[in-house]
């Protein structure tokens, strides 16, 4: 059984502070991971991808991947009440695996002004 | 820009119709998934098809079938529609593992 864990949170922050969010993954062949952000009602948004091990920057959002330590994080810097959403990890096996992604159950983020 | 729609925002059905969810994509992909969300439960997967009249079930497939004749549209059906079915259904998209793109969701209500 695959699993992708992430600590429901709710993580609070206050605005301009760095928001880090954690995610592990118990599949050891997992290629590509996937941060989605979900605003409450909404459906998911991609955020960021990452297919190798290091970071990755994207403006405000880093992603931070050890194949290693089987666990992936995304940072979000100088942290936006807009940032308050539910942050969704999620991990594919390719190749080999499944197309099917695995979802960790998402960290509710907090930014308070 | 690319695009996953759905047929309703907002549904409310009586028990024991038969539903129809649809969901198109203008991506050309080749995989489509449908899922449900539940407070506290997070994303859990119905059925997923990575090619026209392909499907394999997901993690809670009992009380649903698909449909997929075109590879653009694939569709999610309440047989019997149930309470317990009341629920947030989210259609999406992907070309081989890269990243899934969500349809605005259907927000289904069974009285």
């Known amino acids: 059984q695959k699993e992708v864990e992430q600590n429901s949170g709710p993580l609070s922050v206050p605005e301009g502070a760095i928001a880090s969010l954690n995610c592990t993954y118990s599949d050891r062949g997992s290629q590509s991971f996937f941060w989605y952000r979900q605003y409450s009602g909404k459906s998911p948004e991609l955020i960021m991808s990452i297919y190798s091990n290091g970071d990755k920057e994207d403006g405000r959002f880093t992603a931070q991947l050890n194949k290693a330590s089987q666990y992936v994080s995304l940072l979000i810097r100088d942290s936006q009440p807009s940032d308050s959403a539910t942050y969704l990890c999620a991990v594919n096996a390719l190749p080999g695996g499944s197309y099917i992604p695995t979802f960790g159950r998402g960290t509710s983020l907090i930014v308070h002004p | 820009d690319v695009k996953v729609t759905q047929s309703s925002r907002y549904l409310v059905k009586r028990t024991g119709e038969k539903v129809f969810l649809e969901c198109v994509q203008d991506?050309?992909?080749?995989?489509m998934f449908w899922y449900r969300q539940d407070p506290g439960l997070g994303l859990r997967l119905i059925y997923f098809s990575y090619d026209v009249k392909m499907k394999e079930k997901g993690d809670i497939p009992e009380g649903y079938s698909v449909s997929r004749e075109k590879k653009e549209r694939f569709s999610l059906i309440l047989e019997s529609a149930s309470t317990n079915q009341t629920s947030m259904y989210l259609c999406?998209?992907?070309?081989?593992?890269?990243?899934?793109?969500f349809g605005p969701g259907t927000r289904l209500t069974v009285l």
């Open positions: 999406a998209s992907s070309l081989a593992d890269r990243e899934q793109f």
């Open positions: 991506m050309d992909h080749e995989n």
